[in-house]
């Protein structure tokens, strides 16, 4: 008996959902179907993949093995038989992204939509998460990412740079003081991103010591794992919070938040598009990072237009100081 490419693709989908279940929706089949073309794929090869009870099934060690060698395989088969015809207009075939959620939520879901609308025969799926994600292991044609890139298997194209801020409430100003320099930074109480150790994320640009950054050591007194909390945290008065602007601009300008720093500059995130390393990317894959480029020229979005009197309000996050109480 030989395995066929179809039980390999079940395999993948299988590994990837965590169920028969989850794979057949997501494959569009019944779940005897899924379930038989694993059992052939085991009989194929002579070994079982996956530890089986009630309602459940799990990879086993070597179907985790077999895993990581064939997605890449796989990967690269489509995109050769979609590189056959290198177009840029009328793609098909299937996008499958995963995003960051508050700046996937806030800004890329009228750019994904106006993307869709040119390609209506390419399916397009998103997941939004905030935690890092191997996309090789996800099965992703590409990821947007926030920060310091250090995965060197992945290649990257710069979409743009987004200042960070430290922010808090007037009313946190107005019991506990603002710190007058990156040293005081360390005497106040600050919400903390679960996702970045602390030392990574405050950070601060630096003049001397050839332009290294300067970490400060917070003390956390709330640690959460996604933006938009921490935003609401902070403006309730819960302490200090270093957000990237495209989250604290609405805040600031509504004046729930204020720039607790406006004079010292935070090291500021780099905004990428990124995808697996190889030989050939798929039109699909370099069509919709070449949208995503187009999207985030400046004036990027979360910076103020220019207002109907044709007077320009400022879009730098240090001309914001007007906001310090």
């Given amino acids: 008996m030989k395995w066929?490419?179809?039980?390999?693709?079940?395999?993948?989908?299988?590994?990837?959902?965590?169920?028969?279940?989850?794979?057949?929706t997501r494959l569009?089949?019944?779940?005897?179907?899924?379930?038989?073309?694993?059992?052939?794929?085991?009989?194929?090869?002579?070994v079982e993949l996956f530890r089986r009870s009630a309602g459940s099934v799990k990879p086993n060690e070597l179907a985790r093995s077999l895993y990581e060698q064939i997605v890449p395989l796989v990967q690269a088969m489509t995109e050769a038989t979609e590189g056959v015809s290198d177009r840029?207009?009328?793609?098909?075939?299937?996008?499958?992204?995963?995003?960051?959620?508050?700046?996937?939520?806030?800004?890329?879901?009228?750019?994904?939509?106006?993307f869709a609308?040119?390609?209506?025969?390419?399916?397009?799926?998103?997941?939004?998460?905030?935690?890092?994600?191997?996309?090789?292991?996800g099965n992703y044609d590409l990821g947007i990412r926030i920060g310091q890139l250090n995965e060197s298997s992945l290649k990257a194209r710069k979409l743009c740079?987004?200042?960070?801020?430290?922010?808090?409430?007037?009313?946190?100003?107005?019991?506990?003081?603002?710190?007058?320099?990156?040293?005081?930074?360390?005497?106040?109480t600050c919400?903390?991103?679960?996702?970045?150790?602390?030392?990574?994320?405050?950070?601060?640009?630096?003049?001397?010591?050839?332009?290294?950054?300067i970490p400060v050591l917070m003390r956390s007194r709330i640690v959460a794992n996604n933006f938009e909390a921490i935003k609401d945290m902070a403006v309730a008065g819960l302490g200090l919070v270093l957000l990237p602007e495209f989250l604290a601009a609405g805040p600031l300008r509504e004046g729930s938040l204020i720039a607790a720093m406006p004079h010292?500059?935070?090291?500021?995130?780099?905004?990428?598009?990124?995808?697996?390393?190889?030989?050939?990317?798929?039109?699909?894959?370099?069509?919709?990072?070449?949208?995503?480029?187009a999207a985030f020229?400046?004036?990027?979005?979360?910076?103020?237009?220019?207002?109907d009197a044709g007077n320009p309000r400022s879009n730098r996050a240090t001309d914001l100081t007007s906001f310090a109480a």
């Fill in 4 to 24: 066929r490419f179809e039980d390999i693709l079940t395999f993948i989908n299988v590994v990837e959902a965590g169920s028969v279940t989850s794979a057949a």
């Fill in 28 to 46: 569009n089949t019944s779940k005897s179907v899924v379930s038989k073309r694993i059992s052939d794929l085991e009989a194929a090869l002579r």
């Fill in 88 to 114: 840029t207009e009328g793609l098909t075939g299937r996008l499958r992204m995963v995003v960051p959620v508050s700046f996937g939520t806030q800004f890329l879901g009228p750019i994904i939509a106006e």
């Fill in 117 to 137: 609308s040119r390609h209506p025969d390419l399916e397009i799926a998103v997941d939004y998460e905030d935690r890092p994600v191997s996309l090789t292991q």
């Fill in 161 to 188: 740079d987004c200042a960070r801020m430290v922010c808090c409430s007037p009313e946190y100003s107005r019991k506990f003081g603002l710190p007058k320099s990156i040293a005081e930074l360390a005497q106040h």
């Fill in 191 to 213: 919400i903390d991103y679960a996702h970045v150790r602390a030392s990574d994320l405050w950070q601060f640009e630096s003049e001397g010591d050839r332009g290294r950054p």
């Fill in 264 to 293: 010292i500059a935070a090291r500021a995130d780099t905004i990428s598009a990124v995808y697996p390393y190889t030989r050939h990317v798929s039109p699909k894959v370099r069509g919709f990072i070449d949208h995503l480029v």
């Fill in 297 to 307: 020229v400046p004036p990027l979005p979360w910076h103020p237009r220019v207002n």
